[in-house]
């Protein structure tokens, strides 16, 4: 159905009015364009009296009713369970359309055309009925409205190509489309390496497969004079090779090489989930001051000591790393440090200091990062800290962490090592102060009380605290106290609490 | 590619000439029926090998039964609501995975005392009483007394009253599959207590409810019946219902080389966005007692996702422009306990809170993170 008017306009003014109203009584189900007024060509012959001729393209393109096909069994009717497009999407033979469900049985329908959908029959959980209609898709003028029946095999479009080669017994597929440039370019179906969905070939196919062939990329005939010959055709055509050949160097053809065509697109997602909660934990990060203070441990008498600790931990069933060891120092150095435990209030004017030491630990899982901590660690012995630890990655990997356990942290470390690294600048997370970075232990010469070169594991730490409420010289002294404690485990006895 | 041959059982491997694969390798053989079992009892690998076979393997010529088990899973259907069908957090606390599969129907669970079975035919081949007569046959000619039957609902039952199978269906474009369940000896204890949901009547939703049934096992009636005899006697009465004579062939689904792309279904198919993203639209709607205080919880949820977020809390209990942060943080979140107790956690690390308001907003998000 096309909006067709005539329009008898002397004046510029009376045209350019014409088109606005008659672009409303378009009727919206013809998509291509209604009318076509140019108004330049009018203004030529302004002031003139002109009977100007509409140019109406009436729907050329047919709207095809594609109606559910029978599903076998006897079965009248399913439920539209979820569609795969939405009017005005591209749709190429074979692409799914929706999914249906009838009787336990979950049906994907497939598109027997390619065009552009106009109408969805059907809400999604809407009963839809055999036989009828179930999406009406706009088609290109060439293509014939198939049989009845879903196909199951090749349409009977392309049934006059029989270059439908079957490759090792599967029926090529391809769309009526992409079978005509192949059979225009002469080439075999079968020798053509498809990288569509399903082993289908695709137009792109049919053109890597003739840029390869020949060496040069199509299009047509007069880029063909400019580009070397193709080996192939240098017999016939000598008389007309002869004198170019007189005039350019006698060397081998410089190879033509397709230039490769990035089809990369960029790809914009929301920040949801872990990210989200990142960035708005490392944004009120932002507001904190941080100094950072590094230094280097000597733990050759720590990896003595839990070597040879490790057995007795796994006879009680716990997995016992340096970690404890790591937490156990810190905590006992807070007892000394009290202000890195602490907190300030959103104005700054007043420091709470936290009477637990909460100790953050942060962990790796494949959605991001998490931070859990250990509560009232001043209260804990080293195995216990290993107990606790082990729960919560254990609770961690199979994503059942709760807020009690990933809130109320005082004071965070990050094993970074543990994957990889040396150095690093932590971010302290609000309402915190501090946060220390472990890198990885490494075996290193150094030199002993005796001058002499002995191995040492050592491992390096970075710390950050926050420069308006902690000193250089106090973030120095905690970090001096922890390393003692680590590199001299003995002297932990003696503080133990 | 073929190993060894013994005893009408025989191993694939590609190993040694890659260019074929296993669809080329059936071509070749020329059978019409090929009787296939998976080495793997991963659910997700399972999954993917009936996927490829669906895809890949030409069925206009040819049918394939598959046979195969897996370790603890539960497996709900295409169209289905995980939070409704059963209970999340019992799994993640017994370390029970959950699966989707492609086709239809109702949720069941896995372990290894249950046998699967996948009728791969042509679209026009495809009839599902004549497969589960495969089942009952070869039941009844291992065990002649059996009282088994299959139902209108494609259900098999024993002494025609307990469920031992259900059936689910997959249809393309030219080709089907019809798989079902047969139980031999599975947990059921276990069985009961996951696929019981604890949230269920919180959620209103239109998708493919299960319909519960009273079940039981084979080896409850006769304990002699595992499910390698039961496996072979089905194998067999494949071959003598529809005229076949294969042997039975087993298929490692990790072979890439054998079955390429399979390594893609396999990743695509435990991705959460397909497990529990491709639930159809659905609110909770619910009342929780926190502290002896009231509090209505109303989530719509699309693609898994939490599309708007409502608490009603007296005000006097939470400041209502926190509730309101609170429950804005919780915009986009995927319905996960995990993934909300990181937003909520962040919410509180970026406000000053008091130690009480803190502890109504932790105990408030347990409630919140309980129906999840």
């Not at chain 1, 733990?299 to 716990?318: I, M, T």
Request: charged share 20%.
């Amino acid at each position: 159905m096309a909006a067709v008017i005539t329009v008898r306009a002397p004046f510029a003014f009376m045209g350019r009015l014409v088109s606005s109203r008659l672009h409303k009584h378009c009727c919206s189900k013809v998509q291509a364009a209604c009318l076509v007024y140019r108004p330049h060509s009018y203004s030529l012959i302004v002031g003139q009296q002109h009977r100007f001729f509409r140019t109406s393209y009436v729907a050329a393109r047919p709207i095809l009713s594609f109606k559910l096909s029978d599903i076998g069994e006897g079965i009248m009717e399913v439920t539209v369970k979820e569609w795969y497009v939405k009017e005005g999407d591209k749709v190429s033979q074979f692409d799914s359309i929706c999914e249906v469900q009838s009787d336990k049985a979950s049906v994907t329908i497939t598109s027997r055309y390619d065009g552009i959908i106009r109408k969805l029959y059907y809400d999604v959980d809407s009963i839809a009925l055999v036989g009828k209609p179930l999406v009406d898709i706009e088609t290109d003028a060439g293509q014939v409205e198939g049989p009845q029946e879903d196909v199951v095999e090749t349409p009977a479009i392309s049934q006059e190509e029989h270059t439908h080669q079957e490759i090792k017994g599967h029926k090529t597929q391809a769309t009526p489309a992409v079978r005509r440039l192949a059979m225009e370019n002469n080439i075999k179906l079968s020798e053509v390496v498809a990288t569509g969905k399903d082993g289908r070939i695709l137009k792109e196919d049919i053109l890597n497969f003739i840029a390869r062939q020949t060496g040069a990329i199509l299009p047509p005939a007069p880029f063909q004079e400019i580009c070397p010959p193709p080996p192939a055709s240098v017999a016939p055509s000598t008389p007309a090779v002869k004198p170019r050949e007189k005039t350019t160097p006698p060397s081998i053809p410089t190879p033509v090489i397709p230039k490769p065509v990035f089809t990369g697109k960029d790809r914009t997602e929301p920040i949801k989930g872990f990210q989200k909660a990142m960035v708005k934990t490392m944004s009120a990060a932002l507001k904190i001051p941080h100094f950072g203070y590094k230094d280097e441990v000597d733990l050759s008498q720590l990896v003595r000591l839990r070597s040879e600790l490790k057995g007795l931990a796994e006879s009680r069933g716990v997995k016992l790393s340096y970690m404890p060891f790591f937490i156990k120092a810190a905590s006992l150095g807070l007892l000394h440090f009290p202000i890195l435990n602490s907190s300030l209030d959103e104005n700054c004017t007043n420091i709470t200091y936290k009477a637990a030491h909460n100790i953050g630990l942060a962990m790796d899982t494949n959605q991001g990062l998490l931070v859990p901590n250990v509560k009232n660690v001043q209260m804990l012995s080293v195995f216990e800290i290993a107990v606790e630890l082990n729960r919560l990655q254990t609770l961690g990997t199979s994503g059942q962490l709760g807020t009690v356990d990933l809130t109320g942290g005082t004071f965070t470390l990050s094993n970074i090592g543990s994957i990889g690294g040396t150095y690093a600048k932590p971010v302290i997370l609000p309402p915190e102060v501090a946060i220390g970075a472990l890198g990885k232990i490494q075996v290193l010469p150094r030199f002993n009380h005796k001058d002499e070169v002995v191995k040492a594991h050592i491992m390096n730490v970075s710390w950050s605290a926050d420069h308006r409420i902690i000193d250089g010289a106090t973030m120095c002294r905690f970090s001096n106290l922890w390393r003692s404690y680590l590199e001299n485990p003995a002297s932990m006895v003696l503080d133990l609490k | 590619m073929i190993l060894r041959l013994s005893n009408r059982a025989c191993v694939l491997s590609g190993s040694t000439r890659f260019k074929s694969t296993l669809s080329t390798y059936f071509d070749e053989t020329g059978k019409a029926g090929i009787i296939l079992k998976s080495a793997s009892a991963g659910i997700y690998e399972n999954l993917a090998l009936e996927d490829w076979i669906h895809d890949h393997v030409d069925l206009q010529n040819r049918s394939v039964l598959l046979l195969w088990r897996n370790s603890p899973v539960v497996v709900i259907g295409r169209h289905q609501n995980p939070w409704q069908e059963c209970n999340l957090p019992l799994m993640r606390r017994l370390g029970i995975p959950l699966a989707r599969r492609r086709s239809g129907g109702g949720t069941v669970f896995h372990d290894f005392g249950n046998i699967n079975m996948t009728f791969f035919t042509s679209k026009k081949k495809y009839d599902r009483p004549r497969n589960l007569k495969v089942v009952t046959s070869a039941l009844k000619a291992l065990r002649p007394d059996l009282d088994v039957a299959a139902t209108d609902r494609f259900d098999i039952l024993l002494n025609g009253h307990y469920k031992i199978s259900g059936t689910a269906a997959k249809i393309g474009r030219s080709s089907s599959y019809h798989h079902c369940t047969l139980l031999c000896s599975v947990d059921r204890s276990v069985l009961s207590s996951v696929l019981k949901s604890n949230a269920s009547e919180a959620i209103k939703s239109n998708a493919t409810p299960s319909v519960p049934s009273p079940v039981k096992n084979l080896a409850d009636v006769d304990p002699t019946l595992d499910s390698d005899t039961i496996m072979e006697a089905i194998a067999s009465w494949y071959n003598n219902e529809f005229g076949f004579d294969s042997p039975v062939i087993t298929v490692d689904p990790t072979h890439e080389a054998l079955m390429p792309g399979i390594h893609k279904m396999t990743q695509d198919i435990q991705m959460w966005e397909w497990i529990y993203g491709k639930t159809p639209k659905f609110s909770v709607c619910t009342s929780l007692v926190i502290d002896d205080v009231d509090v209505k919880l109303d989530m719509d949820i699309k693609n898994g996702t939490v599309e708007q977020c409502a608490l009603e809390i007296p005000e006097d209990w939470l400041p209502p422009e926190m509730v309101k942060e609170l429950t804005s943080t919780l915009h986009g979140s995927r319905y996960c306990p995990e993934e909300a107790a990181v937003l909520v956690a962040a919410f509180m690390r970026t406000r000053s809170l008091t130690a009480d308001v803190a502890e109504k907003i932790h105990r408030l998000c347990e409630g919140v993170l309980s129906v999840m």
